[in-house]
């Protein structure tokens, strides 16, 4: 849900950050929901934040939206820290969470409108705003239509219009397109990104590796409460092992000769040379561009003949499995679900 309009009242943080957190630990009885995270996310940029299930994701979310207080660190969003102003925070922050939480009973536009009286918007500037957002989502053509007639998609649409009634410069997006079909999560996709190109700044947190890599200026992966791995994306692929040479020979026969004269080589810091007789493929793991330039040169002057090299970057699913190691057993991935559960009893 929406929070409200952006406020000039005075800050507190250093303006290039809207988001700083410090410390931040959140503890449920013996679990350690969030135990010392650190993380900063620039003003008008996406963070993504990756981590299992229970890593810590949601209640993170839930303590940088004034939801649940922390039990120690400290935090400030847009300038305000979320412990002691609560209440102008709220005023620069929207919130989409898992599930939408709108009222089915209610039209899309009484949804809307509803929210912008709630936000202290006149009753001209409610019913103004609320055309606006059910335009901009194409949700114009069911605007009196009560939510529960609404697919999956045009409820996530409406969800996220209701945390832009507002205007607010931080968004929190909880896993939002989780639940949905390609098309309409690429049409979620669209609309974040025009959003950041409109100054506002986004904390994601999701475990589409794809959605990461198409929104995330950088990445911070949480596990067990923790930090463990944070940078922009192509600096994480980097660390988990850097590129792959992959070279396919003019004649499929040369394979093991090719493999054979670069093992001979013992070409520094090349680990070792693979074979993929059914692709074709001679594949070299490399760090450098210097190792890419010595494999080269090496095949050439044994007069291989090359029909095609590319190089190959990890994807995001291989630094997910590298930094977070093995799954971890049930009863501990299902800690934040049991967690959320107190939140709302709460």
């Known amino acids: 849900m929406q929070q409200n309009h952006r406020s000039d009242t005075a800050r507190i943080s250093d303006r290039t950050h ?8 959140k503890h449920y009885g013996e679990t350690k929901a969030l135990d010392g995270v650190d993380l900063t996310v620039r003003e008008g940029t996406v963070l993504g934040v990756l981590g299992p299930n229970g890593a810590g994701k949601t209640t993170l979310v839930r303590c940088l939206a004034t939801l649940i207080l922390p039990d120690a660190g400290s935090a400030t969003v847009a300038g305000y820290d979320v412990v002691h102003q609560p209440r102008q925070l709220r005023r620069t922050i929207g919130l989409t969470g898992q599930y939408a939480s709108v009222d089915e009973k209610l039209s899309g536009w009484e949804n809307l409108y509803m929210i912008g009286r709630l936000l202290d918007l006149s009753r001209a500037a409610a019913r103004r705003r609320a055309a606006e957002m059910l335009e901009r989502f194409s949700l114009t053509d069911a605007a009196k239509k009560p939510v529960m007639q609404y697919s999956g998609g045009m409820r996530r649409r409406l969800d996220l219009a209701a ?3 507002g205007e607010p410069s931080v968004l929190y997006l909880d896993e939002p397109t989780t639940g949905l079909d390609p098309r309409t999560r690429n049409e979620v996709w669209d609309e974040v990104q025009r959003m950041v190109t409109e100054g506002v700044t986004v904390l ?6 794809e959605e990461a890599e198409r929104l995330a200026d950088e990445l911070t992966v949480i ?15 980097a660390k988990v092992g850097g590129r792959t040479l992959r070279i396919r020979p003019s004649d499929r026969s040369q394979l093991d000769a090719m493999a054979r004269e670069l093992a001979r080589a013992g070409l520094d810091g090349i680990a070792g040379v693979h074979t993929a007789v059914d692709e074709g493929l001679l594949t070299v793991p490399i760090l450098t561009d210097e190792q890419l330039t010595a494999v080269v040169g090496v095949l050439a002057s044994h007069h291989f003949g090359i029909a095609d090299i590319t190089t190959h970057l990890p994807s995001l699913d291989d630094v997910f499995l590298a930094v977070t190691g093995e799954r971890r057993p049930v009863s501990e991935q299902s800690a934040e679900s049991a967690t959320t559960l107190q939140e709302t009893a709460a």
């Open 18 to 25: 809207a988001v700083e957190v410090r410390g931040l630990v």
């Open 163 to 165: 945390s832009l009634v």
């Open 204 to 209: 994601l947190t999701t475990q589409y590796m």
């Open 223 to 237: 596990d067990q409460g923790r930090v463990i791995a944070e940078g922009r994306v192509d600096e994480l692929k």
